[in-house]
C-alpha cells in the first residue's frame, strides 16, 4: 500500500470524520466540496471534532491541530485530486449526482489515483464504468462516529483488482479501522443490511402512526437493553441521509408508504433545519434529549 496524499470528497457529516481521522493517522488530507459555503461548514464539523478527540482519546492540543494542519480545503475538483493517491467519494446518496461525479472525477484525477466510494446505499458497480478506471474503484464505507465505532467494510465489485482490493484493506488498518472485507457486492454492505431495514420498519410505525417516536425508541431500548433507540440513532445517522434513502426507494417502489415518508422528512425536518444532531435538533432536541433523561425507560 502507497497511499500517501488522499482526497476526500464531500465535507458533509462523514466526511469531515473520515477527513479528520486521517489525518489524525498522520496522512495529508484534501477536503474537496463544491463552495466555501460547504468548507466553511466542514471547518465548523472538525473544530467540534478537534475537542472531540481530547475528550474521548485524551489527546494533546498540539496532536489535534497537527492533525488539522495535515488538512487542507479545496472547491476545485481537478486541484483537489491534483496528486492524489486515494480519493474517497461521500458525496449525497443521489445516483445522478454521484454518476455525474465520477464521470468529472475520472477526467481529472492522475492515473495513479484510486477512488473509492463511501456509499451506504449504492453498489460500486453501478459507477465502475463513469470512474474510467473500474479496476481501481470499490467501496470504503464508513459508521458514523468513525473515531470510536471503528468499522471499514471494504467491496469489491466483479472489477476490482485483487491489489486494490489488499491495498484498501492495508489502508484501512492504517487508519485505525477495523477492515472488514466483503468478496461480492451486497446492497448496504453489512452494516446497512442490517441497519436500514431496522431504521426503516421504525420510521413506518411513526408515517403510518401506529406509534410515536418516543414510544418506538423506548419500546427497542427497555425490550432489547439497546442504548438507542432507532430514531436516536437516525439523529445520529442524519435525516438528511435518511431522507435520500427512502426518496430513492419511494422512486423505485412507487409505494404510498414511501412516498408518504419522504414528504414527511422534507417538509417536518429538513425544511425546518432540523437534521440531526449535528444541528441540536431532528426527532430529539440535544444537548439534552428525552431518551437521556432518568425517567425514559421507567413506567
Known amino acids: 500500500m502507497d497511499y500517501k496524499k488522499i482526497t476526500v470528497a464531500g465535507s458533509g457529516v462523514l466526511g469531515s470524520q473520515i477527513a479528520y481521522q486521517t489525518a489524525f493517522k498522520g496522512f495529508d488530507v484534501v477536503i474537496y466540496d463544491i463552495n466555501e459555503e460547504a468548507i466553511e461548514k ?4 472538525l473544530a467540534k471534532l478537534m475537542k472531540n478527540y481530547r475528550k474521548d482519546f485524551g489527546s494533546s492540543e498540539a496532536e489535534v491541530e497537527a492533525a488539522y494542519g495535515r488538512l487542507s480545503f479545496k472547491t476545485n475538483l481537478a486541484e483537489a485530486v491534483s ?3 486515494l ?6 446518496e443521489v445516483t445522478d449526482i454521484k454518476m455525474a461525479f465520477y464521470k468529472e472525477l475520472g477526467n481529472a484525477a492522475p492515473e495513479k489515483t484510486v477512488f473509492a466510494t463511501n456509499s451506504s446505499t449504492l453498489l460500486p458497480s453501478q459507477f465502475a464504468e463513469a470512474t474510467g478506471r473500474p479496476e481501481k474503484f470499490l467501496a470504503l464505507h464508513f459508521a458514523n462516529t468513525i473515531r470510536i465505532n471503528n468499522t471499514a467494510e ?3 465489485h466483479p472489477g476490482t483488482a485483487d491489489a486494490v482490493f489488499e491495498d484498501m484493506i492495508e489502508f484501512a488498518e492504517a487508519i485505525g479501522m477495523v477492515p472488514l472485507p466483503l468478496h461480492k457486492e451486497q446492497p448496504g454492505y453489512i452494516l446497512n443490511s442490517l441497519l436500514v431495514p431496522f431504521l426503516e420498519a421504525a420510521e413506518l410505525l411513526l408515517v403510518k402512526e401506529v406509534a410515536d417516536i418516543e414510544t418506538v425508541d423506548k419500546t427497542w431500548m427497555i425490550a432489547t437493553g439497546a442504548p438507542l433507540g432507532p430514531f436516536a440513532i437516525l439523529d445520529v445517522v442524519g435525516i438528511n441521509t435518511a431522507h435520500n434513502i427512502v426518496q430513492a426507494k419511494a422512486a423505485a417502489t412507487g409505494k404510498a408508504e414511501f412516498v408518504k415518508l419522504a ?3 422534507k417538509t417536518e425536518y429538513l425544511d425546518k433545519g432540523k ?3 449535528e444541528t441540536g435538533e431532528g426527532f430529539y432536541s440535544y444537548p439534552n434529549p428525552a431518551f437521556m433523561k432518568e425517567d425514559f425507560l421507567k413506567t
Open 42 to 45: 466542514s471547518k465548523q464539523r
Open 83 to 85: 496528486d492524489a493517491d
Open 87 to 92: 480519493m474517497i467519494e461521500a458525496i449525497p
Open 154 to 156: 471494504i467491496m469489491k
Open 263 to 265: 414528504n414527511m422528512l
Open 275 to 277: 437534521l440531526g444532531r
